[in-house]
């Protein structure tokens, strides 16, 4: 049985050279536990958000990596996103009229279109973000390119996902000042190596990568090289929705098309688009947003 719900990072001893191995299935479920997505779509979001977490685990911040894909085709939007402790949202946003691919080839749901890294800090006070066209067929394609010409790191992905849980494994090849074990090898060494270990990843199948134990997947590929392989960290669901946060957006609304909604339907209710969870204010909370002076009844409460 393979590694559930946690992150393995891994070098590799010898040469400038680092992989990650992630796999979610409890944390996958609970993500889509409220979305009934199309198959193709479905796939396509748990290799976003397995991908979203691989990218997360190679930087050190405090704050949240979105990784988003736009384009013209029926799906136009995918995006996930991940903490620097690992905890993950995501969604899809699809045109529900018209025939959907059959596959989750990001050149068919996306169609043309962008993808976008975004990294910004917790407190917003620092914000990174590199765009590239999508390219390929597969999420982990445009990923290549992405981390090519932003990040200037050669980087490759696999990626695998179904409705039981979501994998993938990145490998990257660092400069040789960064090496994480410091070992000095010869540039030749280095791309002969780097060359050789991603042919090997190649020969990874989804089904492998899906069900096999990390220990398993590194030593069927890479038996012959010395690594090591760190201790597992948890990934899991996490949405940052919140009352403050919902009210905060309906500040921005303004007070007029919120008395609005209010006057027509007795309450304003607003569902988060990644949870699915509700939040109901009454008359007497949208004045409270709204008027400052207004004093509330009810005392505090946690939702």
Request: glycine share 8%.
């Amino acid at each position: 049985m393979h590694d559930r719900d946690c992150l393995h990072r891994f070098i590799f001893e010898r040469y400038p050279i680092r992989g990650h191995l992630v796999h979610l299935d409890a944390a996958w479920r609970a993500l889509i536990e409220h979305r009934d997505y199309p198959m193709p779509i479905r796939d396509a979001l748990g290799e976003t958000v397995a991908a979203s977490l691989l990218l997360a685990a190679t930087v050190k911040f405090e704050g949240v990596l979105s990784l988003q894909m736009q384009g013209d085709g029926p799906v136009h939007l995918l995006l996930a996103q991940c903490t620097g402790g690992l905890g993950v949202r995501g969604l899809a946003r699809y045109r529900e009229s018209g025939r959907l691919p059959e596959s989750a080839r990001i050149g068919d749901l996306i169609g043309t279109g962008n993808l976008t890294v975004t990294l910004e800090t917790d407190d917003g006070a620092q914000r990174y973000q590199g765009i590239v066209p999508l390219s390929g067929q597969r999420l982990a394609e445009s990923l290549q390119v992405y981390f090519e010409n932003s990040e200037q790191l050669p980087t490759r992905l696999w990626l695998h996902a179904d409705s039981l849980g979501a994998s993938g494994m990145l490998l990257q090849k660092l400069p040789s000042a960064g090496s994480p074990t410091g070992a000095a090898a010869d540039a030749a060494a280095v791309e002969d190596a780097w060359r050789r270990v991603q042919l090997i990843g190649e020969t990874l199948t989804p089904a492998e990568l899906s069900t096999l134990a990390d220990v398993e997947i590194l030593h069927r590929l890479f038996h012959e090289d010395d690594l090591r392989l760190f201790e597992p960290a948890p990934v899991y669901f996490r949405c940052r929705c919140s009352r403050e946060r919902v009210g905060s957006m309906l500040q921005s609304l303004g007070e007029a098309e919120s008395r609005s909604v209010l006057a027509e339907r007795g309450s304003v209710e607003v569902h988060c688009d990644f949870c699915n969870r509700g939040y109901v204010f009454d008359a007497v909370d949208i004045a409270q947003l709204f008027n400052a002076g207004v004093a509330s009844d009810r005392g505090s409460s946690v939702h």
